[in-house]
């Protein structure tokens, strides 16, 4: 196998496994219902109290709530890395959900796409 197939199977391997940690949490969070539940859950995470979560409370947050069980800390870094829309570092509350929103859209449309 040559390296730029390599790169590119486990990129694509690590795109797959990505969203299936997104369609995870999707589902844990549905369970949590409301708003303030999930800021709460937020808060709990953000350990340092910053107001946003860094890559490892984010990945704490993960694995806590069994999202991912089978995914690699560079999962996990590459979807915070795609959830951190101003790339600062530092995921806020509303990035999160800019995040969740859109990511529930993207599998909506898929659905859609396979009826």
Same mark, same amino acid.
């Given at each position: 196998i040559e390296f730029e197939e390599f790169v590119t199977d486990f990129?694509? $391997? &690590? $795109?797959? *496994?990505? &969203?299936k940690i997104e369609q995870s949490l999707r589902g844990v969070l549905r369970q949590k219902r409301g708003m303030l539940a999930?800021?709460?859950?937020? *808060?709990?995470? =953000?350990? =340092?109290g910053s107001g946003g979560l860094d890559v490892e409370e984010f990945t704490a947050t993960m694995q806590d709530l069994g999202v991912g069980k089978d995914a690699l800390a560079t999962d996990f870094v590459a979807l915070f890395a795609k959830f951190d829309a101003d790339g600062s570092g530092s995921l806020e509350f509303s990035e999160f959900l800019q995040a969740m929103n859109k990511s529930s859209k993207e599998a909506q449309k898929e659905e859609t796409a396979k009826i």
């Open positions: 990129a694509s $391997a &690590q $795109a797959e *496994e990505v &969203q999930l800021k709460k859950l937020f *808060e709990k995470y =953000d350990t =340092d």
